[in-house]
Nanobody
C-alpha cells in the first residue's frame, strides 16, 4: 500500500487549498478513503470520509460546510477541497486507506502534507 498526499501549503485565512491523495497497491475503488489532521500539541482529529463509489461522504463538525471530500476512481486519487480556511485548520493532513470516522488507524495513513493558515 502506498499513499502520497500533496497540495498543502501556506494560505491566508479565508483562502482555499485542494489536497490530493494518490494511492496504489490495493483495489482503490473497493475502499473508503479518509482524511485526518494532526495539529501541534493536539490529538489527531478525523476530518472526512468517503465511501468506495463516492456516493456517501461524512464530515467532522469543524469542517462541515467548508471542506469537500471527493474521489476519482479512474485515477486512484482522493481529494479534499478546503475553503474558508481558518487558523485552527493548521495541521498536517493525512490521507488514509479506509475510513477513519469510527476508528483511527495510523497504519493506514500516508506521510501527510502540511497546511498552514495564517496572516
Amino acid at each position: 500500500v502506498h499513499i502520497v498526499e500533496s497540495g498543502g501549503g501556506a494560505v491566508q485565512p479565508g483562502g482555499s487549498l485542494r489536497l490530493s491523495c494518490t494511492a496504489s497497491g490495493f483495489p482503490f475503488r473497493r475502499y473508503s478513503m479518509g482524511w485526518v489532521r494532526h495539529a501541534p500539541g493536539k490529538d489527531v482529529e478525523w476530518v472526512a470520509d468517503i465511501n468506495g463509489d463516492g456516493g456517501l461522504t461524512y464530515y467532522s463538525d469543524p469542517v462541515k460546510g467548508r471542506f469537500t471530500i471527493s474521489r476519482d476512481n479512474d485515477k486512484n486519487t482522493a481529494y479534499l477541497q478546503m475553503n474558508d480556511l481558518k487558523p485552527e485548520d493548521t495541521a498536517v493532513y493525512h490521507c488514509s486507506k479506509g475510513g477513519q470516522r469510527v476508528r483511527l488507524n495510523p497504519a493506514s495513513w500516508g506521510q501527510g502534507t502540511q497546511v498552514t493558515v495564517s496572516t
